[in-house]
């Protein structure tokens, strides 16, 4: 027998620009929305009945005017708002995942203040958030960012690991330690200043990255984590991935020269890739 499975289908790739006026200046956000609904429709699959299909581009048209409407500052409460309006409206519907990501403005700084209304792009940094609700459930909120690349010069070395017949990596106690980190944290709280929170959880993990005596990029990973949950407690868990991008001491002494860790050459490729999971036991 051969039966239909776990199914959902959605909305992927809606751009979305907000600009807030007040009379001390605008507040800019860009984000980009996923809409995804599992539910009941065994129908359309089987028999091509779309009664109870809510068109994708209806999504896409409800992602602005639900933005309309919105007086929210997070993405998290803006995902919750489109997620219970989705979830108020289709019965048919049983749950409902949002996913958005935001691009990083910040003020234009003029004559040394922020210009109330213009804007540059800031890093590659992405903001992220995903909720998900069942028709008569709780929220499920995971927020984070991805590819926040940070460098430092000191106070990162590398020793003491395993060597074979295969091993040409030298030691060392002194060297270039820069990454692209990407963290996701799971929220234990649904009604949270989302704003505020986000900002602790990044401000206290690079905290930690700057001032922490790296021994191996795991080993700052875990400080890292724990430190970020130590700082909040609504948040019971973090994801983080943390590629090593490597930089490269160049040997300059077929030219007669020394170099005293201060001549590189960065490469992302290949890279080392760290992850893991950093979590709150009972």
């Not at 779309?50 to 409460?77: C, F, G, H, Q, W």
């Not at 048919?92 to 996913?99: D, G, N, T």
């Not at 991805?146 to 430092?152: A, D, G, P, Q, R």
């Not at 002194?174 to 401000?203: H, M, P, Q």
Request: hydrophobic share 35%.
């Amino acid at each position: 027998m051969i039966e239909l499975a776990e199914n959902r289908y959605g909305k992927s790739s809606v751009r979305l620009m907000k600009v807030t006026r007040t009379p001390e200046g605008n507040h800019l956000r860009e984000w980009t929305v996923q809409v995804l609904l599992t539910g009941d429709f065994d129908s359309a699959h089987y028999e091509g009945d779309n009664s109870k299909i809510l068109p994708t581009d209806t999504m896409k048209n409800t992602v602005y005017s639900v933005a309309r409407r919105s007086t929210t500052t997070s993405m998290e409460d803006y995902a919750k708002e489109l997620v219970d309006f989705l979830l108020g409206r289709n019965p048919q519907v049983s749950s409902v995942r949002v996913a958005v990501e935001g691009a990083m403005w910040k003020h234009l700084t003029v004559d040394g203040k922020p210009h109330p209304t213009a804007y540059m792009r800031g890093s590659s940094e992405v903001q992220t958030t995903t909720v998900v609700r069942g028709q008569g459930g709780g929220f499920r909120i995971h927020s984070g960012f991805e590819n926040l690349v940070v460098l430092k010069t000191a106070d990162s070395g590398f020793e003491g690991y395993i060597k074979d017949d295969l091993t040409t990596l030298k030691e060392t106690d002194d060297r270039i330690f820069c990454t692209a980190v990407s963290a996701e944290w799971r929220y234990t709280n649904a009604g949270l200043d989302f704003d505020a929170t986000r900002k602790t959880l990044r401000e206290t993990m690079l905290k930690t990255f700057a001032e922490h005596k790296s021994k191996s990029v795991q080993e700052t990973l875990y400080a890292m984590g724990h430190d970020a949950l130590a700082r909040v407690l609504a948040a019971d868990q973090i994801d983080l991935t943390m590629p090593n991008k490597h930089c490269l001491l160049v040997d300059l002494s077929r030219f007669g020269q020394d170099n005293p860790n201060e001549i590189f050459v960065p490469t992302d490729e290949p890279a080392g890739h760290i992850q893991a999971r950093v979590r709150r036991t009972a």
